[in-house]
Each structure stands twice: as C-alpha cells, then as structure tokens.
C-alpha cells in the first residue's frame, strides 16, 4: 500500500514538472517567434526552419536548450548577416545564458529589457549597426562575464552601472570602435579584479585612465588607442599589471613625466611584466630620450611603435637586447646620431622603420645579416655615403624605402637579387650612374619604383618592361637621355607615369597610351618630338596627363581624355595648335591644297624675282637668247605676239592654253577666261580687296596693255597673271568654286612647259600633262 502512494506520488510530481516545463518552452518558442518578427532580410535562411511544427525549438538553427529542463539557455546567430532589429521580447528567454548575435546587421537600439536576462555570462552584439546609448540596466547583469558591443554606432557616456554595480566576474568588456564619449566611468571602490581584457579604442574618450583600473591586477591586454585621453602616461596603474602583455596607448595626448622630458618611468613601470608582448604609444607627442632600460624589458616583447612623438637624443644599442623583436618603430621623431650597429644583432627584425628624423652617418653594411627582414624606411633623414652591396642578402626585403637622404654613388646591381621586393625608393638622394638592368628588371615589383629626384643618366632600360605587375614608375627630374621605348606599354598594370624633367628624345610611344590602367602620365620637360599619339586621348582611363616643355605639334582637341585637361598640360610647345582654352587655333583648311601651299609659293617666288627684280639687266640679253622675237623694229615683235596668239582677233579661250592680247587685254588660260586686261585690277580689288598686295599692283600695271611689255616681257607677264588667277581661285572662300588638285597639278604643269618653249603653247592648242610633272 505505501508503495504504492509513492509511485502515485512521484508519478504527479513528474506529471507537474512535465506540464511545467512544456509551458516554459511554449513561452520560449513564442518569444523566440516574436524575436524572428522583427527580421527583415535572412539572405542566408538561417532562420528557415523556425516556423515548422515539426522541427522541436531545442533544433531550430542557432537554439541551444537546457534538455534536462528543456528551456532555451543559447541563441548564437553570428555571422549569419540578418537584417532588421533586436526585439525586447528576447528578454523573455528567462533562462538564456549566451546572447550572440554579432556580425549582422542588426539596426536600432540595444533592447533595455536585456537587462532582465539575470542568467546571462555571455552578450556579444559586435559589428552590427545599432545606434543609441548603451542601456544602464545592462549594469543588472550580476553574472556576466563576457561583454562585447565593439564596432556598432553607439553614442553618449559609457553607464557608470556597466563597471561599478555590474558583474564583480566580468573578464572581457570590449566597446571599442563607437563613438562614446566622456571619462572612463571606474570609480575608486569600484572593483574589476577578474578583468582580463578592457579594449575602449577608437572612441572620443577623455580625461585620465582611471586610478581604480589599478585594482584589475589580471588584466592582459589594455586597449585604449584612438581617442583623447590625456594626463601623464600610467605608469603606476601598469605597474601594478604583471600579467600586462598588450598595451596599446597609442593617438591620446598622454605626456611623459616631469613636463613631458622624461620617458624612464614609464618603462621602469613594465618591467614587472615578464610575459610583455606588444608596446604602442604611438602619436601622443611625448617628449625624452628612449631610456637605456628599453633593452631590460621582457625578452618576449616583440613589437615597439614610439612614432610621431617628440622624443629626441640618440638611439640606445641596448635595444638589440630584445632578440625576439620582430617590428622596431622609431619614426617621424628628433632622433638624431646614427644607427647603432648592435641593432642588426636583432636577427628576428622584420620591419624597421626610423624615417622622419635626422639620422646621420652611413647604413650599417651589418643590416644585410637581418635576413628576416622584409621592410626597411629610413627615409628623409640626413644619412650618406652608398647603399650597402650587403643589401643582396635581405632575400625577404619587400619594402625598401631610402628616400630624401644625401646617399651618393650607383645603384648597386646586387639590389636585383632582391627578387621579394615590392616597393623600391630611392628618390631625392644623389645618385649617379646609370639605372641597372638588374633592378629595371625586378618583375616582383607590385606597388612602385621611384628613382626620381637624383643624377641618374643613360638610357632607359629596356627591362622596365618586365615589370608587369607594377603600378606606378617615377624616374623623374635626373638626366636620362635617349628615347622612350616602346616596351612600356608591356607594364600592363601601371597606373602612373612620370619621367619629366630629363633630356628623352624623340617620339612618345602609342603603346602607352594604351596601356589598360593607366591614370596620370607625366613627360613634362624633355625634348620631345612629333605629334601626341591619339592613344592617350583616346584612353578611357587616363585623367591626368602633362606634356609641358617638349617639341610637340600638331592638333589637339578637347575630346576625349583630353578634355579633362587645361592648358597647362601643354605649355611650351610651340607647334600646338587646337581647341584647348588658351591654346592657338588651328589654320582652317579650306582644301586639300593647304597642304601644297609652301610648294606652289616657291614656284610663284622665282618667276616674280626675275621679272621684277632684274628687269632691266637681262632684257636685250633675253631678247638675244629668243630669236623668235629678236627682230629690231616693231613690225618683228608684233609678228611673235601673233604667232603667240594663234588667232586674229578673237575674243575666246581655248582648252589648256593660256594668252594674252595687247589690243584688249584678253588673259586665257585652262582655267577659263577671266576679265580684260584693263579691268583685270578692277576686279581683283573689287574681289579680293584684301589680298591686293604690292607685288601684285607692280605686276598689274606692269602688264597692262597700256605698258606695251615686250615679247619676252610678255611670256612672263602670261605666267605671272596665270599663276595671280589660280592662287585668287584656290582661295574662294566657297569651295565648290575652288579648283580641284588635278586642275592645280595640270595648270603648274602646263605652265613649266610654257616657260620650257613658249612657241608650243598656241592658242588654239590643247596641252596635255606634261610627262615630268
């Protein structure tokens, strides 16, 4: 009988606890529904099987349950890209432990009701989009251990509950890459003392680091880069952090010790940190000396970022003390003295970067031991003497930069064999010799080659071309001489080009012109010749071109790439003509035969010349020379002029003939008639009163009938008229008027043999194309 009250007992007892914990799923399942309502976009459907019955809750994408009480304790939706916003009624999940839905897009504000969720140890919300002030009921969650709202739009103070009257568990709190404001709210009897890791960067942060965070003696890695956080460095808040590995101070305005002179106090306070890794302090303008202690600090630090500060004096050999160094950052300083030899005992250096300052003295030789080493800056300091051969040895070199120094010498081939290297500057030094065919040649070249700014001279190599992955090339202001070759346009990657300020010669190559990405162009100030391949205006990409100081000529339009450009990109070529603002227009070419102008203007020039400049001298000799016209009286040379004429006293024109009549002043010729030699000035003025110059007044009146020009006056007179008629006729400003080319090839033509035998020319004649025109 009890036995049997007891298994009616327990078997009520199991029937409650069932009925109990099929109603708490039944309010998590509908929570979870209420939660998905608010989901806007699932591109990936994660969330795809949540409306099926068949698929129990504790299965749904993303749910974890507790199965021996079957309630939901863990919704993680990371990374699945859902968008829309985070519906309070999650807050019903009353038993939820873990809350990650990070790496959505998640917009809106964070639900105030989370901080309802009394069981939660983990909320991660990163790298969503939700905007507002973070809820001080998340300060509730008494058993949180892991908080993370980095890289959201969050705004306003940081809630003094989140530190102070939160988690006393809380071992990760990241907030970083917002943009909260106002002073680290840790107050003296606050306590943090599992914090493990505390990352605020890249906020707008203010005031001093919080004395209180001195009692977090676990924490492992301090971030507080990126924001305005002021007061002296904390050396005794870190002091007190011997776990400390990653400290990251970095773009505050934190000072050094007594009025930022003062640096040693600040690395005496690490050197309790055995296990320290990471050191920035980056960009907070803190002024001293790096302290000989530097070199005492754990062996393990491998990473030193002390640029763009104000700390001066020399740089400490104990540095080389730190073996497992693998980044040494000194730049932008007032570092001066030279570059101590003991740091290339540091084998594991990867990157050293100590431009920017005012560094003297020779490149240790010794750099060339540093085999891991893959980038190399000190440029614009004050170093001299060569770049060391030693260089060769650096095989996994893929960054040199040694710019804006006083380095002198050549370019030492051994560089070649540096067959890692991506970047090459060697610009603004004093370089001499010739560029090397073993460094043109370095096809691992991806980023850019600059040797501008220094007394390189030679010719361009034809090995640049194998640089097929590079995207920039500066040879600029140096004394290259020779051609351009046209193996450049081979460099299918380039995007800039600059070679101005150099004595190249000759044509610019088509082919770089269509080179595919190609951006800005420069060849400015070189010697230039011949016209401006229309591959560049042509080029869909190009937007910045110079072509200033050269010999080039021709025409240019503004279409194209080129009317991106002013006339600047032109200047100081005097054969360019065009439609750029500020450029000369073109001559308009009326014909074909502009073309032929110079040709038919020397022809003119030397008939004119002996007509009118020696007249006199040579008129009884010519009459000697022409017997059919050397009769003495009157009678003689009225019988050549009728022989020359062919006719009596016709008024007409025949066919390829040319005439002219001393009774009326008929000029013919196979342009067809013209006007009477008494009007003929008449007419041209009244026509072409513009072109009316002298010369052609004195040949006018000269061969008038009313000069009475002798017969072999007369021969010169035809001509001079002829040739006054075409150029008159090859100027018509309508050019259904103007002559053809063959009607100008055969009237010249015809007018040679003319001159060649006068008495073959009759009227009445028809000429052909003379065999030797």
């Known amino acids: 009988m009890g036995f049997c009250k007891f298994s009616k007992f327990s078997f009520l007892f199991l029937i409650s606890i069932l009925f109990v914990s099929t109603a708490e799923l039944g309010k998590d399942r509908a929570s979870l529904l209420s939660f998905m309502s608010g989901i806007v976009l699932d591109p990936e459907n994660a969330l795809?099987?949540?409306?099926?019955?068949?698929?129990?809750v504790c299965n749904w994408s993303g749910v974890g349950c507790n199965h021996a009480r079957d309630q939901v304790v863990q919704l993680d939706l990371s990374g699945r890209s859902l968008h829309g916003t985070i519906s309070p009624a999650i807050a019903n999940l009353s038993s939820l432990v873990v809350l990650d839905l990070s790496k959505n897009l998640f917009q809106g504000h964070i639900p105030a009701e989370l901080g309802s969720l009394v069981h939660l140890k983990q909320l991660s919300l990163s790298w969503n989009l939700l905007q507002g002030n973070i809820p001080s009921e998340l300060g509730s969650l008494h058993q949180l251990v892991y908080l993370d709202l980095g890289s959201n739009r969050l705004l306003g103070d940081i809630p003094a509950p989140l530190f102070c009257n939160g988690s006393y568990s809380l071992q990760y709190m990241d907030l970083s890459n917002n943009s909260l404001s106002g002073q680290i709210p840790l107050k003296n009897e606050c306590s943090l003392r599992e914090l493990r890791f505390l990352l605020l960067w890249s906020n707008r942060l203010v005031g001093p680091v919080p004395q209180a965070l001195s009692n977090s003696s676990k924490l492992q890695w301090l971030d507080l880069e990126s924001n305005m956080l002021s007061g002296e460095l904390p050396s005794d808040i870190v002091r007190k952090m011997p776990q400390l590995q990653f400290l990251y101070l970095s773009y505050n305005d934190f000072v050094s010790h007594d009025g930022n002179t003062n640096l040693k106090p600040?690395?005496?306070?690490?050197?309790?940190?055995?296990?320290?890794?990471?050191l920035e302090l980056a960009g907070n303008n803190l002024g001293g000396e790096i302290p000989p202690i530097i070199g005492d600090l754990s062996t393990k630090l491998v990473q030193i970022h002390l640029d763009d500060n104000l700390i001066y004096g020399s740089i400490p050999p104990h540095l080389a003390n730190l073996v497992n160094l693998t980044l040494l950052n000194l730049s932008s300083n007032l570092l001066n003295g030279t570059i101590p030899p003991e740091l290339c005992r540091m084998e594991k250096l990867e990157r050293v970067y100590l431009s920017n300052n005012s560094l003297s003295g020779e490149i240790p030789a010794a750099i060339g031991n540093i085999t891991h080493l893959g980038l190399l800056d000190l440029s614009n300091n004050k170093l001299s003497?060569?770049?060391?051969?030693?260089?060769?040895?650096?095989?996994?070199?893929?960054?040199?930069?040694?710019?804006?120094?006083?380095?002198?010498?050549?370019?030492?081939?051994?560089?070649?064999?540096?067959v890692n290297l991506e970047i090459l500057d060697l610009s603004h030094n004093k370089l001499s010799g010739i560029i090397p065919g073993e460094v043109a040649g370095l096809r691992s070249l991806k980023l850019y080659l600059n040797l501008s700014s220094n007394y390189l001279h030679g010719d361009l190599p034809l090995e640049l071309s194998k640089m097929d992955m590079v995207l920039a090339i500066d040879l600029s202001s140096n004394n290259l001489s020779g051609t351009i070759p046209s193996q450049l346009g081979s460099c299918i990657a380039l995007e800039y080009l600059n070679l101005s300020g150099n004595s190249l010669h000759g044509e610019l190559p088509a082919s770089i012109g269509q080179l595919p990405y190609l951006k800005e162009v420069d060849v400015a100030s070189n010697q230039l010749t011949g016209n401006i391949p229309v591959t560049f205006q042509?080029?869909?990409?190009?937007?910045?071109?110079?072509?200033?100081?050269?010999?080039?000529?021709?025409?240019?339009?503004?279409?194209?790439?080129?009317?991106?450009?002013?006339?600047?990109?032109?200047?100081?070529?005097?054969?360019?003509?065009?439609?750029?603002?500020?450029?000369?227009?073109?001559?308009?070419?009326h014909s074909h035969l502009i073309i032929f102008l110079p040709v038919i203007l020397s022809l003119f020039a030397t008939p004119l010349m002996f007509v009118f400049g020696y007249p006199l001298v040579l008129k009884a000799k010519c009459r000697s020379e022409l017997p059919v016209f050397n009769g003495g009286d009157s009678e003689d040379e009225e019988k050549g002029r009728q022989e020359l004429k062919g006719v009596d006293d016709e008024n007409t024109c025949?066919?390829?003939?040319?005439?002219?009549?001393?009774?009326?002043?008929?000029?013919?010729?196979?342009?067809?008639?013209?006007?009477?030699?008494?009007?003929?000035?008449?007419?041209?003025?009244?026509?072409?009163?513009?072109?009316?110059?002298?010369?052609?007044?004195?040949?006018?009146?000269?061969?008038?009938?009313?000069?009475?020009?002798?017969?072999?006056?007369?021969?010169?007179?035809?001509?001079?008229?002829?040739?006054?008629e075409l150029g008159l006729m090859c100027t018509q400003p309508n050019p259904s008027t103007r002559p053809t080319m063959l009607d100008v090839a055969l009237e010249m033509g015809r007018l040679k043999q003319y001159l060649a035998n006068p008495a073959s020319m009759l009227i009445g004649e028809s000429s052909s194309k003379p065999d030797d025109f």
């Not at 409306?51 to 129990?56: E, K, L």
């Not at 030693?390 to 960054?399: D, G, P, V």
């Not at 339009?557 to 100081?572: M, P, Q, R, V």
């Open 654 to 724: 025949a066919n390829d003939s040319i005439s002219y009549t001393s009774a009326d002043g008929l000029l013919c010729g196979s342009l067809g008639y013209i006007a009477p030699g008494s009007s003929l000035h008449e007419w041209i003025k009244s026509q072409y009163p513009h072109k009316l110059e002298p010369l052609v007044k004195q040949a006018l009146i000269r061969c008038s009938p009313a000069a009475m020009p002798t017969a072999y006056e007369k021969i010169w007179c035809d001509v001079i008229l002829e040739l006054i």
């Open 266 to 278: 600040f690395f005496a306070s690490l050197l309790n940190s055995s296990n320290f890794q990471e």
């Open 385 to 418: 003497g060569s770049i060391p051969d030693s260089f060769a040895n650096l095989s996994q070199l893929r960054r040199l930069m040694l710019y804006g120094n006083q380095l002198s010498g050549t370019i030492p081939p051994s560089l070649g064999e540096c």
């Open 538 to 589: 042509a080029s869909s990409t190009l937007k910045e071109m110079n072509f200033s100081y050269n010999k080039f000529h021709g025409n240019i339009s503004d279409e194209g790439a080129f009317s991106l450009l002013t006339i600047h990109s032109f200047l100081g070529n005097g054969g360019l003509c065009g439609s750029i603002k500020g450029m000369p227009n073109c001559r308009k070419k």
């Open 48 to 56: 795809e099987g949540w409306n099926s019955t068949n698929v129990h």
